[in-house]
């Protein structure tokens, strides 16, 4: 089976159709390179041929992009010579693209050449976008929900089949950052505004026909191609081009704090290639291209936000039962957690009980669906009749007995072990035997919680993150008898409302807030030792963490953190291991300073909760060190206060698969994206390494750092956490 066919109508114009046959979207695979060269070849060799249209044979979309595992397989099979193996695939793809861009015409006239257009049903992203910029005009549905964009960035690489050349010389550097820098992605007339393509029709391949029999020589001649080509903007030595290259430098270290290898190697790109002819300006893409793929950050990337994150996606840990797709949802609790579950529920199509003890808080649970809806209208990204649709599922009430009919019920009430027990009691004397019941607890284990559940098989944890509809992760927790039908059904309602799913085994705090809770504690620690508070902020920045402990613990609030210890010290009574940061944690609530929403915490806010600055009375019941630690120790502090506790819950059975810890990671709390996660990240420094850090650290500052005796026996081993636990080397068990 072929990914391209092509057909060549009586009008003389060729349909080259790309349609992969085991996938949903068209991705391009290293033999689709092959056949569509073939074919571009009996397009420019047949007399009889006038032209071609390239289209996808996929309702509403045209390419997602690469096959990523195929950069992968490149690599592994090019023995000693892994960087040589990859910049000639990639000039290889430069070539042949540019062969669709050259199209045969003569290389001093820029006559004689045959018109390649490309037709678009709708989305249309990386190399799915790199091939129609090839083409010599762009046609594209009239489809809303498309998405056309380079969102290479978004995974650890860029743009290097010539998107990154083609962008900057088709509009400039300023006008390209977003879409190159950002992977800004926008439906087809934003993309036409941009220009990125030329035309939105009714019928793109009807009218990319019509094109193609119509073109003229210079119809087909990019621009430079053209003599007297000049970049748009200006070039870098350009007066106006200098300004923007010299502004797209700061910004790019600006938002990157440096920490991620793409952006600056695409930048270089950017760049360099600016300064030479175009077919040079390609080769400079290829290098810098290749030097991120070997760059680990890269591979890491690749492999935690594309390769895993798409297996779990699609059920990687799914148990063997029929599909368990939910209908109706009952949501108890209509407080924030319970207002946006209700809300990511009504958006997948399903009707929604929203249950509360007044008519009024379940109202206003309601309102805020009515709230993010209207916020859509002002954007245009909603219409009336979806609103009414949306509101129309959502049923705000106060009497269970509405809850007769579910198939799932997500529990969203206040955390206390007493009042979930009573309504768990409660609703499952009324919704039907073979209903699934959740929790979406965040701190307390789920198996304690099915203590009150007569059928504790069917009852599972579903944990959320704030705010909802935002987060991209669910973290379903297994209790002691879970059933499999219930992780199914958990994993069918994360996939319709569309969000990366993690499943893990019970144990306190599981394994998000598991890892999140002592980065957020070493960091009060240590301002409470005395180490700045700006210094802890940026050097967790620095390591790519989007916002410091500090900054963390006002939005998560002091009084939380309270009530956390505070449980915590009563489950572990003597075995509990107080710190400074309890000190400090206590009181801040003493204070009244509670984070954000108090208006006052480790910062100081404004009446509408802007950051005014650092307050300056903490260093005065903590004062500040003379001497303040070196950057690479405090950053040594937050990532391994995360990555031991990572360890330990994969030791534990917490985690079951590694590919769950680095996702959740990534996804849960914004662990070093650049690293791939936890267990990437050890992997790219090395079990030896970091024991020996730990070893350093744990003499320093307590047995929280010490080694777990399973990275001890890595160490050992000299193994790697993928080469031992991952997806391959558990199918070779």
Request: glycine share 10%.
């Given at each position: 089976?072929?990914?391209?066919?092509?057909?060549v109508?009586?009008?003389?114009?060729?349909?080259?159709?790309?349609?992969?046959?085991?996938?949903?979207?068209?991705?391009?695979?290293?033999?689709?390179?092959?056949?569509?060269?073939?074919?571009?070849?009996?397009?420019?060799?047949?007399?009889?041929?006038k032209?071609?249209?390239?289209?996808?044979?996929k309702?509403?979309?045209?390419?997602?992009?690469?096959?990523?595992?195929?950069?992968?397989?490149?690599?592994?099979?090019?023995?000693?010579?892994?960087?040589?193996?990859?910049?000639?695939?990639?000039?290889?793809?430069?070539?042949?693209?540019?062969?669709?861009?050259?199209?045969?015409?003569?290389?001093?006239?820029?006559?004689?050449?045959k018109?390649?257009?490309?037709?678009?049903?709708?989305?249309?992203?990386?190399?799915?976008?790199?091939?129609?910029?090839?083409t010599?005009?762009?046609?594209?549905?009239?489809?809303?929900?498309?998405?056309?964009?380079?969102?290479?960035?978004?995974?650890?690489?860029?743009?290097?089949?010539?998107?990154?050349?083609?962008?900057?010389?088709?509009?400039?550097?300023?006008?390209?950052?977003?879409?190159?820098?950002?992977?800004?992605?926008?439906?087809?007339?934003?993309?036409?505004?941009?220009?990125?393509?030329?035309?939105?029709?009714?019928?793109?391949?009807?009218?990319?026909?019509?094109?193609?029999?119509?073109?003229?020589?210079?119809?087909?001649?990019?621009?430079?191609?053209?003599?007297?080509?000049?970049?748009?903007?200006?070039?870098?030595?350009?007066?106006?081009?200098?300004?923007?290259?010299?502004?797209?430098?700061?910004?790019?270290?600006?938002?990157?704090?440096?920490?991620?290898?793409?952006?600056?190697?695409?930048?270089?790109?950017?760049?360099?290639?600016?300064?030479?002819?175009?077919?040079?300006?390609?080769?400079?893409?290829?290098?810098?291209?290749?030097?991120?793929?070997?760059?680990?950050?890269?591979?890491?990337?690749?492999?935690?936000?594309?390769?895993?994150?798409?297996?779990?996606?699609?059920?990687?840990n799914?148990?063997?039962v029929?599909?368990?797709?939910?209908?109706?949802?009952?949501?108890?609790?209509?407080?924030?957690?319970?207002?946006?579950?209700?809300?990511?529920?009504?958006?997948?199509?399903?009707?929604?009980?929203?249950?509360?003890?007044?008519?009024?808080?379940?109202?206003?649970?309601?309102?805020?669906?009515?709230t993010?809806?209207?916020?859509?209208?002002?954007?245009?990204?909603?219409?009336?009749?979806?609103?009414?649709?949306m509101?129309?599922?959502?049923?705000?009430?106060?009497?269970?007995?509405?809850?007769?009919?579910?198939?799932?019920?997500?529990?969203?009430?206040?955390?206390?072990?007493?009042?979930?027990?009573?309504?768990?009691?409660?609703?499952?004397?009324?919704?039907?035997?073979?209903?699934?019941?959740?929790?979406?607890?965040?701190?307390?284990?789920?198996?304690?919680?099915?203590?009150?559940?007569?059928?504790?098989?069917?009852?599972?944890?579903?944990h959320?993150?704030s705010?909802?509809?935002k987060?991209?992760?669910?973290?379903?927790?297994k209790?002691?008898?879970?059933?499999?039908?219930?992780?199914?059904?958990?994993?069918?309602?994360?996939?319709?409302?569309?969000?990366?799913?993690?499943?893990?085994n019970?144990?306190?705090?599981?394994?998000?807030?598991?890892?999140?809770?002592?980065?957020?504690?070493?960091?009060?620690?240590?301002?409470?030792?005395?180490?700045?508070?700006?210094?802890?902020?940026?050097?967790?920045?620095?390591?790519?963490?989007?916002?410091?402990?500090?900054?963390?613990?006002?939005?998560?609030?002091?009084?939380?953190?309270?009530?956390?210890?505070?449980?915590?010290?009563?489950?572990?009574?003597?075995?509990?291991?107080?710190?400074?940061?309890?000190?400090?944690?206590?009181?801040?609530?003493?204070?009244?300073?509670?984070?954000?929403?108090?208006?006052?915490?480790?910062?100081?806010?404004?009446?509408?909760?802007?950051?005014?600055g650092?307050?300056?009375?903490?260093?005065?019941?903590?004062?500040?060190?003379?001497?303040?630690?070196?950057?690479?120790?405090?950053?040594?502090?937050l990532?391994?206060?995360?990555?031991?506790?990572?360890?330990?819950?994969?030791?534990?059975?917490?985690?079951?698969?590694?590919?769950?810890?680095?996702?959740?990671?990534?996804?849960?709390?914004?662990?070093?994206?650049?690293?791939?996660?936890?267990?990437?990240?050890?992997?790219?420094?090395?079990?030896?390494?970091?024991?020996?850090?730990?070893?350093?650290?744990?003499?320093?500052?307590?047995d929280?750092?010490?080694?777990p005796?399973?990275?001890?026996?890595?160490?050992?081993?000299?193994?790697?956490?993928?080469?031992?636990?991952?997806p391959?080397?558990?199918?070779?068990?």
């Amino acid at each position: 089976m072929t990914d391209f066919t092509m057909n060549v109508g009586d009008n003389g114009v060729a349909i080259i159709t790309w349609d992969v046959a085991d996938k949903s979207m068209n991705v391009l695979r290293s033999e689709s390179f092959g056949e569509l060269n073939a074919l571009i070849d009996e397009v420019l060799s047949n007399d009889d041929i006038k032209g071609a249209v390239i289209t996808s044979g996929k309702k509403g979309t045209f390419a997602g992009g690469m096959d990523l595992n195929v950069l992968g397989s490149i690599r592994e099979e090019a023995g000693d010579e892994p960087a040589q193996a990859l910049f000639d695939f990639t000039m290889q793809g430069h070539q042949f693209l540019r062969k669709i861009e050259r199209a045969g015409m003569d290389p001093k006239t820029n006559k004689g050449g045959k018109p390649i257009a490309s037709a678009l049903p709708g989305t249309a992203l990386g190399i799915g976008l790199e091939l129609p910029l090839a083409t010599h005009r762009i046609f594209c549905a009239d489809n809303p929900k498309a998405k056309i964009g380079l969102p290479e960035i978004m995974v650890g690489i860029f743009p290097g089949m010539g998107g990154t050349t083609r962008f900057v010389r088709m509009m400039g550097a300023m006008a390209a950052s977003p879409f190159l820098l950002q992977g800004k992605m926008v439906d087809p007339k934003k993309a036409k505004a941009a220009g990125i393509i030329h035309e939105v029709v009714d019928d793109p391949v009807a009218a990319a026909t019509e094109w193609v029999l119509n073109a003229t020589d210079a119809d087909i001649v990019k621009p430079w191609d053209a003599k007297g080509y000049k970049m748009p903007g200006g070039d870098p030595y350009h007066p106006a081009g200098f300004m923007t290259f010299v502004g797209a430098s700061a910004m790019v270290n600006g938002n990157t704090w440096g920490v991620y290898p793409a952006a600056k190697a695409m930048l270089s790109a950017i760049y360099e290639g600016a300064q030479v002819p175009f077919d040079t300006a390609l080769k400079i893409e290829a290098r810098w291209f290749v030097n991120v793929l070997m760059n680990p950050s890269s591979s890491a990337m690749i492999q935690s936000l594309f390769i895993n994150k798409e297996a779990l996606e699609k059920g990687a840990n799914r148990p063997d039962v029929p599909d368990q797709s939910v209908k109706k949802v009952g949501v108890l609790g209509a407080g924030m957690m319970g207002a946006g579950i209700a809300l990511v529920s009504a958006q997948a199509g399903m009707d929604v009980v929203l249950i509360d003890t007044s008519q009024e808080a379940a109202d206003r649970g309601k309102a805020y669906t009515e709230t993010y809806l209207d916020k859509g209208m002002k954007r245009g990204k909603v219409t009336a009749e979806k609103k009414e649709a949306m509101l129309g599922r959502i049923n705000a009430t106060t009497d269970l007995n509405t809850l007769s009919d579910v198939d799932l019920i997500i529990e969203a009430v206040f955390e206390d072990v007493g009042v979930k027990a009573e309504m768990t009691k409660k609703v499952e004397a009324i919704i039907p035997e073979d209903a699934i019941f959740a929790s979406n607890t965040s701190t307390l284990p789920i198996t304690g919680l099915a203590e009150a559940s007569v059928r504790k098989e069917q009852f599972i944890g579903i944990h959320f993150f704030s705010p909802v509809e935002k987060m991209a992760l669910v973290e379903i927790i297994k209790g002691g008898e879970t059933g499999d039908r219930a992780v199914a059904k958990a994993l069918d309602y994360v996939r319709q409302i569309k969000k990366t799913p993690i499943v893990v085994n019970d144990e306190r705090f599981f394994y998000a807030n598991r890892c999140i809770i002592p980065y957020i504690n070493e960091g009060v620690m240590m301002a409470g030792e005395g180490v700045g508070r700006p210094l802890l902020d940026h050097a967790a920045q620095l390591l790519g963490f989007p916002v410091g402990p500090v900054q963390l613990v006002d939005e998560t609030s002091f009084d939380l953190g309270a009530k956390i210890a505070k449980a915590t010290m009563e489950a572990m009574g003597d075995a509990y291991p107080k710190s400074v940061a309890d000190d400090v944690t206590f009181w801040m609530v003493e204070e009244g300073r509670l984070g954000r929403k108090s208006k006052g915490g480790f910062f100081d806010y404004d009446e509408k909760g802007k950051r005014l600055g650092y307050w300056e009375g903490f260093n005065e019941k903590f004062p500040l060190l003379e001497e303040q630690p070196d950057v690479v120790e405090v950053q040594h502090r937050l990532i391994f206060a995360q990555v031991l506790e990572a360890v330990r819950a994969l030791e534990a059975g917490v985690l079951e698969d590694i590919r769950e810890g680095d996702v959740g990671a990534i996804l849960g709390w914004g662990f070093m994206p650049w690293s791939g996660g936890p267990f990437s990240w050890l992997d790219i420094v090395g079990a030896a390494w970091a024991a020996e850090r730990c070893d350093e650290l744990a003499a320093k500052f307590g047995d929280r750092f010490a080694c777990p005796p399973l990275l001890r026996e890595m160490a050992d081993k000299g193994q790697t956490f993928y080469g031992r636990f991952g997806p391959a080397a558990k199918a070779a068990a």
